[in-house]
C-alpha cells in the first residue's frame, strides 16, 4: 500500500530520518517495497506575482510581463499565453529550473528581449483538473488565492512528501489503511497514536422517516449501516484532501465523493453514496441478485447477474453491486439534494467470487476481499459524517439504522510469560509483554502468572500463544535473538527398504536396455472400455476425483495397463520404431465405494515392449531374468487377461503358488482401441513380493566344482497342448540332488511327429559335488526322469 508520510504524520509524530524510519517499519514486519519523494519531480519553480503586462514591441502574439518572484527586483517573462493579468499569481520556472516532464528552462531571448524564465500550465507541471482547479486550462495556471512571491511550487502543491510503499501481509487486512499503518508506526517508535475522534452535531429529524433497511441474508452482509444526509452543497474538495487523494492515485472528483474515498483509504472500511431521490421507494434492500437480472455501474458497463451475487437494490431495481461498485442511477451529481450513506460488510469470498465473475477490481472490492472490521464501519461513518459537517457539504439527519447478525467481540487468548519466552527462545521481561501488547491495541494484563490477552475486532489473524509471541517479538526487537549453535545427534539419512529394492529393480531393467516411464496417477474413466474389461472386473472400480483437471485425469488408476499402452501408442505415432519401457508405480484400490476412507496403494511394475526384434519371450526372457535376480522361480501357466492376445499370454506365479501377474502380446482390438499398429507385449507384475523376496535373498557362495559334469540329451515326444514348465519341473522333481541345469534346444512339430504332439529336446547337465559320476549313476539318473516324465505322458522319441 502506498502512503503519504505527510499523512502518516496526521496522527503519529515521525522524527526519525526516512531510511531510519523505513528500515524500523520493515524489521516490525513491514517491508518498505519503495520510496517516492516527490520533491524531486520539479525544481526552482515558484509562485509569482504579475505587476505589469505589455505588448511585444515585434511579436503581436507575445507579452511582456514584470513578475515578483520574492527576490527583490521584478524579472521579467516573455509568454503567448492570452489569459494572464496584471495581478494574477502564477506559477514560474526560473533560470536553471526542472519540470517533472525532465524539461529544463534556462534564461533566454524572444526576438530580441530578455526573457529570465517561464510561466507555466498545469500540464507543463504534471497537474490534472482534480490535482489542482483550472489545472487543465488553456493557457498559463492561475494560482489560488494570494501566494507570497517566491513560495516554492512544490510546498503550495503538496509536492514536499514523500511516498512510502509499504507491502501488506494477507494476514493484515487492517494495515491496508493509513490509520492502520500509523498505530503499527506509533508503536514502533514509541510514539503516542492520535487517531481522529469524530464529532458532529446532526440538524434533527429521523433517519427512518427518509428511508427504510432491510437485510435478507445477513451471513453474506453481517452488518449494514445507513445514514442520511439532507441539502447537499457539492463542490470542490479542500486542497488539503485533494492533495492527501492524490498521493493515494485517487482523481479528486467533488467534496462528497472524495469524503468516502478519503475515509476509505483512512480507515480501510469502504463507503458509498446514494442520491437519495433516486432511491425507488425510499427502501434499500440487501439481496441476492435475481438471476439474468441487468446493471449499468458507475463505468458505464452493463452486467448480467446471477443468483450468487449480493446486491444492494432499491424498490425496483438493483443499485449497487455489494463490496465492488455502485449504480450508474444512484451516482452523486451536481444537482443531487440528498443522499443516503451506506457503510457495510460483506462476506469476502462472496465480493471475490462475484468480482472475478464479471471482471471487476476496484479499491472497495480489494479490501472487503482481504477482510473488513464490522466493529469498525461505525467508526468509518462517524468520521465521513464528521468530514460533511467539517467540509459544510450538507445538513445531517439524526439517527442511524444499523442492521446486523450479531457484533463482533474480542478473542480471549490465555497463556504465561514463561510459554511466550520459551516458544521465542528470547527471555523477554514481564512489564515488556504486557506493555507491547496493550500498545498493540491487545487489552492484557497479568494475573499472577497468567496472561490474559483480548484481541481487538480487527486483529482476527490472533488465535493462540504463538500470534502473541510474534507481536511481542516483531516489537521487541529481533535484535535480542541470539545465535546459539545447533545441538543434537546427527543421523545420517536413508532410504527406505521399498526404494532400495525398488532402485535395485529399475536397474536391472536398465541392463535390458529398458526405459523408465513416470505417468499420472489419474486415467480416464473410460481406460476399463479401451481395454475391454468385463462389468464385474474390480478394476472397473476406481476412485473418481472431485475435481479433475480434465475428462483424461478423472479417476485414481487400478492397473498400469491403460498408461503403458498410452505412452507406446505414442512413441508409435510420433514414427519411433522400437520402444523398451517400464513404470513401478501404484495402483489406488478402493476398500469401498464412494470411498468412505483412504484406498490402498499397490506398488506395480509394468513393462512394454514393442518393434520388429521383440515378441512374446523376449519379454518372458527380461521377465525370468529379473525375477532370478530376486531368487524366485517363475512359473507360467495360461491366463485370461481381456487386453491380451487369448493364445499368446500367461500369468505368472511363484514356485509356491503365489501369483505375481500376467504377461503377453496386446489384444488387437486393445490396440486399435490404444492406436498401436504392429504388435506390442506387456506385462503387470506385483511389487510387493518382489521386495519380500529380495529383503529375503541371501548370496551364498560355493567353490568351483572340483569334478566333470555330464550331459544326457533327451528327445522327447509330449502333448502338444503340454506346456514346456511342466516338463521342466517333472525333470528338476525327479534328480534334485544331481540336476545342475536344463537347457531346452528344440521343439518341432510336423512330419515324423504323430498329430496331436510335438517333439521337445533337452539337454540335462549332471553332477554331483564330491565324486565324477558314473556311467551307471548317469543311466539310473536319466531313468528316474523318464519314470517322473511317463506320468505327464511323456515318452522318449523313438
Known amino acids: 500500500m502506498k502512503v503519504s508520510l505527510n499523512w502518516l504524520k496526521r496522527y503519529v509524530e515521525i522524527d526519525l530520518p526516512l531510511q531510519a524510519f523505513c528500515d524500523k517499519m520493515t524489521m516490525s514486519g513491514f517491508e518498505v517495497d519503495g520510496v517516492e519523494d516527490l520533491s524531486e519531480s520539479m525544481s526552482n519553480v515558484v509562485a509569482a506575482k504579475i505587476l505589469k503586462t505589455e505588448k511585444h514591441p515585434d511579436a503581436d502574439k507575445l507579452t511582456v510581463c514584470q513578475l515578483d518572484v520574492g527576490s527583490g527586483a521584478p524579472i521579467q517573462i516573455i509568454t503567448g499565453a492570452d489569459n494572464i493579468f496584471e495581478g494574477a499569481f502564477v506559477p514560474v520556472a526560473l533560470h536553471d529550473s526542472r519540470l517533472p516532464d525532465g524539461t529544463h528552462i534556462k534564461r533566454g531571448k524572444l526576438r530580441g528581449l530578455p526573457s529570465d524564465g517561464m510561466m507555466c500550465s498545469g500540464m507543463e507541471l504534471g497537474l490534472k483538473e482534480g490535482d489542482y482547479p483550472g489545472a487543465e486550462v488553456h493557457g498559463i495556471l492561475i494560482l489560488e488565492g494570494e501566494p507570497a512571491p517566491g513560495t516554492d511550487m512544490r510546498e503550495l502543491l503538496g509536492l514536499n512528501d514523500v511516498i512510502i510503499d509499504f507491502s501488506i501481509l494477507s494476514n493484515r487486512p487492517d494495515c491496508n489503511s493509513v490509520l492502520g499503518l500509523a498505530r503499527e508506526a506509533a508503536v514502533v517508535l514509541g510514539k503516542k497514536f492520535c487517531p481522529p475522534v469524530p464529532a458532529y452535531a446532526p440538524k434533527g429529524g429521523d433517519v427512518r422517516e427518509h428511508i427504510a433497511v432491510t437485510v435478507e441474508d445477513f451471513e453474506l452482509c453481517p452488518r449494514y449501516l445507513g445514514r442520511v444526509v439532507k441539502n447537499l452543497r457539492i463542490g470542490p474538495s479542500p486542497e488539503w484532501m485533494r492533495q492527501c487523494l492524490k498521493s493515494a492515485g485517487v482523481r479528486s472528483i467533488n467534496n462528497i465523493v472524495d469524503i468516502t474515498n478519503f475515509v476509505m483509504l483512512e480507515t480501510g472500511q469502504p463507503m458509498h453514496a446514494f442520491d437519495l431521490n433516486q432511491v425507488a421507494g425510499r427502501q434499500i434492500i440487501v439481496r441476492h441478485a435475481k438471476d439474468g437480472e441487468k446493471m449499468t455501474t458507475l463505468d458505464s458497463k452493463e452486467h448480467t447477474l446471477t443468483p450468487e451475487m449480493l446486491v444492494i437494490a432499491d424498490a425496483e431495481k438493483p443499485s449497487c453491486l455489494a463490496g465492488i461498485m455502485g449504480g450508474l442511477e444512484s451516482e452523486i451529481e451536481d444537482t443531487t439534494e440528498d443522499l443516503f450513506l451506506e457503510c457495510a460488510k460483506f462476506r469476502r469470498d462472496n465480493v471475490r467470487r462475484t468480482a472475478r465473475t464479471l471482471g471487476m477490481r476496484t479499491e472497495s472490492s480489494a479490501r472487503f476481499e482481504k477482510g473488513v472490521d464490522a466493529a469498525g464501519c461505525a467508526f468509518a461513518m462517524d468520521r465521513a459524517l464528521q468530514l460533511i459537517e467539517e467540509l459544510d457539504a450538507g445538513d445531517i439527519i439524526d439517527g442511524v439504522i444499523d442492521c446486523n447478525g450479531g457484533l463482533p467481540t474480542g478473542r480471549v487468548i490465555e497463556t504465561t510469560p514463561e510459554a511466550i519466552c520459551a516458544l521465542l527462545g528470547v527471555a523477554v521481561p514481564d512489564e515488556a509483554i504486557v506493555d507491547i501488547l496493550n500498545r498493540l491495541e491487545i487489552r492484557t494484563t497479568l494475573e499472577g502468572r497468567t496472561l490474559r490477552s483480548v484481541a481487538p475486532t480487527f486483529r482476527e489473524d490472533l488465535e493462540s500463544r504463538a500470534d502473541l509471541a510474534e507481536e511481542v517479538m516483531r516489537i521487541y526487537g529481533y535484535e535480542h535473538v541470539v545465535s546459539t549453535p545447533m545441538e543434537g545427534e546427527v543421523v545420517r539419512g536413508r532410504k527406505l527398504p521399498e526404494r532400495v529394492y525398488g532402485d535395485l529393480l529399475k536397474r536391472q531393467l536398465c541392463a535390458h536396455g529398458m526405459r523408465e516411464i513416470s505417468t499420472y496417477s489419474f486415467i480416464s474413466a473410460k481406460a476399463a472400455e479401451l481395454l475391454g474389461l468385463t462389468e464385474d472386473d474390480g478394476r472397473r472400480a476406481a476412485v473418481p476425483l472431485i475435481n479433475p483437471l480434465g475428462e483424461e485425469y478423472a479417476v485414481m488408476r487400478t492397473q498400469l495397463a491403460s498408461s503403458m499402452l498410452t505412452v507406446m501408442a505414442t512413441n508409435i505415432s510420433r514414427k519411433i520404431p522400437a520402444g523398451r519401457f517400464f513404470e513401478l508405480s501404484k495402483r489406488f484400490v478402493p476398500k ?207
Open 592 to 798: 469401498a465405494l464412494p470411498l468412505a476412507e483412504q484406498p490402498d496403494e499397490i506398488p506395480v511394475l509394468a513393462l512394454g515392449v514393442y518393434g520388429p526384434d521383440e515378441d512374446f519371450f523376449t519379454l518372458k526372457g527380461v521377465i525370468e531374468q529379473l525375477l532370478g535376480r530376486c531368487g524366485l522361480k517363475a512359473e507360467f501357466a495360461r491366463s485370461a487377461e481381456p487386453y491380451l492376445h487369448p493364445g499368446r499370454q500367461a500369468e505368472i506365479r511363484t514356485a509356491d503358488g503365489g501369483l505375481l501377474g500376467t504377461l503377453g502380446e496386446v489384444h488387437p482390438l486393445a490396440a486399435e482401441r490404444f492406436g498401436i499398429e504392429g504388435r506390442a507385449y506387456l506385462a503387470e507384475l506385483e511389487a510387493l513380493p518382489l521386495y519380500k523376496a529380495l529383503s529375503e535373498q541371501q548370496t551364498i557362495y560355493q567353490p568351483l566344482p572340483r569334478h566333470p559334469a555330464s550331459v544326457r540329451d533327451l528327445a522327447l515326444l509330449a502333448d502338444a497342448g503340454l506346456p514346456a514348465a511342466e516338463m521342466e519341473k517333472a525333470i528338476a522333481g525327479a534328480i534334485p540332488k544331481l540336476l545342475e541345469k536344463i537347457e531346452l534346444f528344440d521343439v518341432y512339430q510336423g512330419k515324423q511327429v504323430p498329430d496331436g504332439k510335438k517333439s521337445v529336446a533337452y539337454s540335462i547337465t549332471l553332477r554331483a559335488p564330491d565324486r565324477t559320476l558314473t556311467v551307471e549313476e548317469c543311466d539310473e539318473a536319466v531313468a528316474k526322469v523318464m519314470k517322473a516324465l511317463a506320468a505327464i505322458n511323456v515318452t522318449l522319441r523313438q
